[in-house]
């Protein structure tokens, strides 16, 4: 049951946003620049960011979400965003992504950990400041996210389909239109 | 050293304010929102409450803006900031303000530390659902603020006393000015 009476028929964040629209409106606009706007990273890879340090939060409602939200963006690597959330170690993908999943990593424990090799490792890969920047919004972005949802004790959506439904209509519409959830 | 490639002349959150103007906009708006709207908690107690979670996120560019920030907020008891900084339990605060600090120090270490027992004992002293709303918020959101700034390394302001031009700066302004800082 959630601390505060929010409004019912609402689940995770979307019962949060209900409840305070005045603050939900930068939230959903934030979200929509880190995860859609254009960048180097796909959107694929900044919804597998969002998830990925969502899954380190234990956000259940973040995780189910962003994870159905990743595979909605691309459908053909749908197996990828279980295999980093299980151990992005050894999951199949590039050695950047590895990096940025490190330094996202640790801006989940203690942003003071990202150390001035984890960025040389994300370099020597490939990465570009702005990539390294993005990650590290994303991720200090998710725990603000996952810890507004935890820390009021929101229910999350119980029929698991039902973050499949949801994810097309991030994918159609976007996090800042105020329709979309 | 930042460890990106960040505007010179600019410390903390502002150079990245500066390096990303577009996902600076939505986290003004935030902070505005969540800091300087009508809310039933003051103005300085919200200040005080975004400065004492960035002291235990150990964010020294945030923690003494936001200090600098509540003082100027409320002139008065300006040493009441420094008190919940150092032990907010011997804070000369009342106890509904404690148990709101109680609240938003779960949410910085673990949100889901935050327990039935810890919402009724602010309720038992006087809160409000949305002041409940408010804490939690205040400190997720500076979860954010202070992972942005320390995992990309940027650079603490070294003239103290400069801490306290921003805070009149922000006082006057708000936070949502493009030209605040």
Redesign the interface.
Known sequence: MP???LPEGYYGISS?FQ??P??A???R??AE??LR?ESLLSNFERETIAAFVSSL??CEYCTNSHTAIAKAANEAEQEIVDAVIKDYKSAPINDLMKALLT?AK???QD??K?L?KD?ELALSNGAT?EM??DT??I???F???????????TVPIQDVSLYNEEAQIIKERGYDKKETF
Chains 1, 2 share one sequence.
């Open positions: 601390h505060i009476k949060l409840y305070s005045e603050t409106l930068p939230m606009l934030l620049r880190i706007k939060n234990e330094i640790k801006v989940q942003a003071k990202v001035q960025i400041d390294i920047h590290v919004l991720a200090a972005a725990c603000m996210y996952n810890k507004y949802v935890d820390g009021l004790a």
